[in-house]
């Protein structure tokens, strides 16, 4: 692998609410908890590490939330990172609980969000969160009442942009019409389009779209995947991040990994670009596949 080459700044930029520009390739620090998003890593040192490494690769944005261990994640992001690096932005999320290995429980109500943004800023040892996200809306709490709490911790200067996932053009708008909304984070993948709408959406409307599962290529790795990575001397996760760089300029992938040599590959797919040509076969492909 050649190390010149291996940059997130080659990505380009995305600025998210006008102020806060950001290469468009980050880390998505879910995977450096335990097993089934549960606990502290099985080697913490090597947490630390693919931490550390990301940011000398030009990573600039993280994300991670209250839930991913819980709190591991983002304990392992301060340890790792503080006091952190000029231009580092750190986005979290709230509203969704881990009571167990792979289980989640709604509590999107005000006063869970109130205590979750305290609970980040301490970990976080920041005095204010960059970019704070609903995590998921909650079925049995007014969507516009856990929106108007984030504004009004905005208000509070202990969130400075105000972000959403796992939402709906709809919840969207309903939260837009209460406070700017920065970005969207949503499943998409190459072989996973059902957010294609939504992907459209934050393009007008200059919303960063950060895809989750993002490297979700397996359904689709056959001839023409295969043979396009090739092409590219790459691996076919590389060109499902390549392909998602060029779906739109507001796409910010975030793949997530606990391995260096992993991360490494995720970041170098930054500097591959697809040719019109071949961007339209592997999506051609994906409409195939998109309704499994």
């Given at each position: 692998?050649?190390?010149?080459?291996?940059?997130?700044?080659?990505?380009?930029?995305?600025?998210?609410?006008?102020?806060?520009?950001?290469?468009?390739?980050?880390?998505?620090?879910?995977?450096?908890?335990?097993?089934?998003?549960w606990g502290p890593p099985k080697d913490r040192k090597s947490?630390?590490?693919?931490?550390?490494?990301?940011?000398?690769?030009?990573?600039?944005?993280?994300?991670?939330?209250?839930?991913?261990?819980?709190?591991?994640?983002?304990?392992?992001?301060?340890?790792?990172?503080?006091?952190?690096?000029?231009?580092?932005?750190?986005?979290?999320?709230?509203?969704?609980?881990?009571?167990?290995?792979?289980?989640?429980?709604?509590?999107?109500?005000?006063?869970?969000?109130?205590?979750?943004?305290?609970?980040?800023?301490?970990?976080?040892?920041?005095?204010?969160?960059?970019?704070?996200?609903?995590?998921?809306?909650?079925?049995?709490?007014?969507?516009?009442?856990?929106?108007?709490?984030?504004?009004?911790?905005?208000?509070?200067?202990?969130?400075?942009?105000?972000?959403?996932?796992?939402?709906?053009?709809?919840?969207?708008?309903?939260?837009?019409?209460?406070?700017?909304?920065?970005?969207?984070?949503?499943?998409?993948?190459?072989?996973?389009?059902?957010?294609?709408?939504?992907?459209?959406?934050?393009?007008?409307?200059?919303?960063?779209?950060?895809?989750?599962?993002?490297?979700?290529?397996?359904?689709?790795?056959?001839?023409?995947?295969?043979?396009?990575?090739?092409?590219?001397?790459?691996?076919?996760?590389?060109?499902?991040?390549?392909?998602?760089?060029?779906?739109?300029?507001?796409?910010?992938?975030?793949?997530?990994?606990?391995?260096?040599?992993?991360?490494?590959?995720?970041?170098?797919?930054?500097?591959?670009?697809?040719?019109?040509?071949?961007?339209?076969?592997?999506?051609?492909?994906?409409?195939?596949?998109?309704?499994?």
């Amino acid at each position: 692998m050649n190390q010149k080459n291996v940059s997130a700044s080659l990505a380009g930029q995305v600025s998210l609410g006008g102020e806060l520009p950001v290469n468009r390739l980050g880390f998505g620090a879910m995977r450096l908890t335990g097993e089934g998003i549960w606990g502290p890593p099985k080697d913490r040192k090597s947490a630390l590490g693919v931490l550390r490494r990301a940011v000398e690769l030009d990573v600039n944005f993280i994300d991670t939330a209250d839930s991913y261990g819980p709190y591991v994640s983002e304990e392992l992001i301060a340890e790792a990172l503080y006091p952190y690096p000029r231009g580092l932005v750190i986005a979290t999320k709230g509203g969704w609980n881990r009571p167990g290995p792979n289980q989640w429980t709604h509590d999107a109500s005000p006063s869970h969000l109130r205590k979750a943004v305290e609970g980040s800023l301490k970990r976080l040892r920041l005095d204010r969160i960059d970019v704070y996200q609903l995590h998921v809306p909650d079925p049995v709490v007014s969507f516009d009442n856990s929106v108007e709490t984030l504004a009004e911790l905005q208000n509070e200067g202990k969130i400075r942009f105000v972000a959403l996932s796992n939402v709906t053009q709809e919840h969207i708008e309903r939260a837009r019409a209460i406070v700017p909304i920065v970005s969207v984070q949503n499943r998409y993948s190459f072989a996973d389009r059902e957010w294609d709408y939504v992907v459209d959406y934050c393009q007008r409307n200059r919303l960063a779209y950060i895809p989750w599962f993002p490297l979700a290529a397996g359904t689709v790795a056959g001839t023409v995947l295969s043979r396009i990575a090739e092409a590219h001397s790459a691996s076919p996760p590389q060109i499902a991040v390549a392909w998602l760089l060029r779906r739109s300029p507001f796409m910010l992938p975030i793949p997530g990994t606990s391995s260096i040599e992993h991360l490494e590959q995720n970041i170098s797919a930054a500097s591959m670009h697809l040719t019109k040509e071949e961007f339209e076969q592997l999506s051609d492909v994906t409409e195939l596949v998109g309704s499994r």
